[in-house]
């Protein structure tokens, strides 16, 4: 499903220039749950944003279902990621002044779903998180968990077919971060793939494939499973 | 996709009230006071506008050269009526003669009304589209007819039919009313017209002829207004009568006076002559409140981009959330848009509340009737567009702007503002600010220069003097019986008469020789005829010789110079020297100089004086003029004074006016425009401190904790004070820079129009520069100060 091959990506302040991906190759595979961990710094957030379609590489090639889109433009990369792609935030990121329902519904009226569909897939996906009975609640009268659940809700309202997780336990405490790897392991068995870049090695457990890397490249593959 | 925009937009609103509502009042006010300007200069171009041929009717007047300047005159000669008529008649429809616009008292039995109206030919009720309730549009017919407003027949007959009844004019004319015409609007140059009596009439009582002087080219107190006909060209019209009366006149003609049509189009706005060519009018004010209205407008359109855009760090993660899940630029860019329409159609509909409460009021200073044009369609289309332009301006900063960050860093948090993104907003303060302190200024040399008007010394006391009218005949002949009486009540210590308003000329004469007249020297002189007592009783200063005196029975040929009279006419030691000329008396009688008196204003105060002459007269017309008795209360006198004159004139009502009411008047059209000005530009500078005010508050909450970081390390509140403060006092200080010789250029051009004017002093810049300067302190110190005070642990935990 994804292929990256020599990635790179470098960062210019007024004086030092920093190399974040430094020809990072690999392949992900449909239906995979890989783990990327790595030290800070390490690159590992910055590939997620390219791999989300949320930056451009400097360099490389990114196939992404066997189509090139490192050269895609802004208007492009947006089109191919809201019909492919959802994203869970470590800080959930939701939007303060909509509502649980709102926030979940927002990826479908980008994608133009008609109201009524609209309503019903939102209650679908607010029902298999367990959230239903939240969502006129707005963000902040929330707990981290519940935050993070309408974060995945959201993130899979579309049905997209990768989840790109950004430490999505990090601001949780352990129980309710188990619930929210007990979602995304559900989502990956029904046939998601997903991408998650993590620091906790409990989390990394989860996945299928663990990717280490440092300093821009890979360093090494677990096989899990 | 809107409607969740809109969600957005309006709980973004509710969640930041102190903003949204600066932010919207800021927009609504400066909308208010758009629309109020928008409708006020509407009204002046629709005045003289609901005649349907308004582009046919025209005055004649004409160009005069005298003495080397060119002054242009409504007034025209008789002799004009015939040959327009005779040779022109081709050109228009209809010529009407006409008085300028008089008061008659007008009686039925013993109810006395005073009224305007004119005396005009038989043409006019055609001309002036008159509405007709009553009888038809050919009713001057009859030397003594009268037609009457709607409201002056309602007045004098009530509810019966005024329809062939009789009135009494000035008690002593019996006219015959042959109709009644529907109130003339208030919007136009003949809307104080309560009656017109036939011109004829008027001839014959004013002036003691008929008409049919079809060869007087003399006496140039007339009106002539014209119909011109359908296809009759302007320009082709003026060619053909230009020379009329240079070419008709017996001797021919001193002045060179050059005859042109003056279209009603151009009337009102465009009504200033100077040295023969048209310069504007009031026009120049509705160009000078147009600016400022649209100043008014970028004001309020520059604080919602400032604001809007302080906030975006606010909205960064809004912004980064969405991209991230999918909206494309356009999207957000939409989404920003119709925020912004929201904010504006919200101030839109305040500012409307606002137009709609301070409208009587605006009415009141502005002299105006406007009313708020709830069932004009073209105000609710221009409105739409106007709310669709300045939500597109003024949101089109901030879309533009929030739309382009990149989602990436502002979801990771790393985002911060470039060390350049506050420069837009730097320089929008800069100009709001500019523009600002260029209009205090503006306004406080316009007031400048009216004080110092108001403060020029008029050369009479005016304080405490009353004038009666005395137009009527009943007045003939009683002067001395009327002084006698008016002394002896007690509420009277001097009395004087004279033919005008003690500030104003009603009379220019020529013909006068005096010896060391220089050659081809086109003399013209005010020209005032006054009473023994009239110099004394209004209490002007004589500054050689002696004012007129029962004493000297050669007085009826005296005359008294105001002092530029004397240098005028290059004479030395004047008194006692004599005056010729056939204008000087029907006999050609010498006029010995036996005063000169010091200039008192007689046209406006910001012209240099006429030369004056006042003649000894004992006639009619004019005013009495009484000084009230100190001793007793203004009350009191005016009471004892008002049995006086209804003993001796029991069928006029008594009617007086301060002098000094009178000539305060004369500032009344200046103090208008000063008026509006100010409270335009005090609404201006509202406008922009509520923006300073909405964006200190942002800094101070952008750097809460900067703030707190400092005040652990021991900073003060007053460093705090500074550190927050000092970066708005440096932009004002910079709009200061800019806008004072902005202002000056501006300004100096608009005072040179005076000739007697103030000099644009240093003291205003000050005062200006100063006056924003504190209150920009003020302003922003009170958002510096609650953060600097603010508990740092609280400011510190905010990230």
Known sequence: ?225 | MFRNYFKIAWRNLLKHKGYSAINIFGLALGLAVTIIIGLWIVDEFSYNNHFENKDQIAQVMQNQTINGTVEANEGIPLALEFQLRENFGDAFDYIVMSSRIDERYLSLKDKVISSSGRFMQIDAPDLLELDMVEGTRKGLKETNSILLSETMAQTLFGSESPMGKSVVSNNEHTMVVTGIYKDISTNNSFSDMHFIMPFKHWMSTRWGWLENQDSNWSYNPFFLYLKLSKNADLVAVNARIENVKKDNRPGGDTFNSRLFVFPMTEWYLHSNFENGEQVGGRIENVWLFGIIGLFVLILASINFMNLSTARSEKRALEVGIRKSIGSTRRQLIYQFLSESFLVVLFAFIIGIGLVVLSLPSFNIIAGKEVIFPWSNAMFWMVSLVFIGFTALVSGSYPALYLSSFKPIKVLKGTFKMGKFAAVPRKVLVVAQFTVSIALIIGTLIVKDQIDYGKNRPVGINSSQLIQLPTSSQDFSGKYEVMRNEFLSSGAVTKMGWGTSPATSIWNYSSGFEWDGKPTNFDESFALMAVSYDYIDAVGMKIVEGRSFSREFATDSNAVVLNKTAVEYMGIQDPIGKYIRGTAAGPDDVPMQIVGVVADVINESAYEPVSPQMYQFGQGTGGFYYLRLNPEQSTSESLASIEKVFKINFPNLPFRYDFVDEVYAKTFAAEERVASLANIFTILAIVISCLGLFGLASFVAEQRTKEIGVRKVLGATVTNLWMLLSKDFIVLVMIALLIATPLAYYFMSGWIEKFPYRTDISAEVFLIAGLGVLLLTVVTVSFQAIKAAIANPVKSLRTE
């Open chain 1, 1 to 225: 499903m994804i292929k990256i091959s020599n990635l790179e990506k470098y960062y210019k302040t007024e004086e030092v220039q920093t190399i974040a991906l430094n020809k990072l190759s690999f392949e992900i595979k449909e239906g995979e749950f890989a783990a990327i961990m790595g030290p800070s710094g390490c690159g590992k957030s910055t590939l997620l944003n390219i791999l989300g379609l949320l930056d451009d590489p400097d360099g490389g090639s990114y196939l992404f279902n066997g189509i090139e889109v490192a050269g895609y433009n802004e208007r492009k990369r947006a089109q191919l990621r809201k019909h492919n792609i959802g994203f869970v935030f470590q800080s959930f990121n939701l939007i303060d002044e909509l509502s649980v329902f709102e926030n979940v519904e927002l990826p479908l009226i980008y994608t133009g779903v008609k109201t009524a569909e609209r309503k019903e897939r939102v209650h679908q996906v607010l029902e298999k998180m367990g959230i239903m009975h939240r969502r006129k609640h707005f963000p902040q009268q929330l707990s981290g968990g519940q935050q993070q659940r309408v974060a995945v809700a959201r993130a899979v309202v579309n049905n997209p077919k990768l989840i790109l997780a950004d430490e999505p336990t990090g601001n949780l405490d352990s129980s309710n971060g188990n619930e929210v790897m007990d979602l995304l392991t559900e989502l990956n068995e029904a046939g998601t793939t997903i991408i998650m870049v993590t620091h906790s090695e409990h989390d990394a457990k989860f996945s299928h494939r663990i990717i280490r890397m440092l300093d821009g490249q890979k360093v090494t593959e677990n096989v899990l499973v």
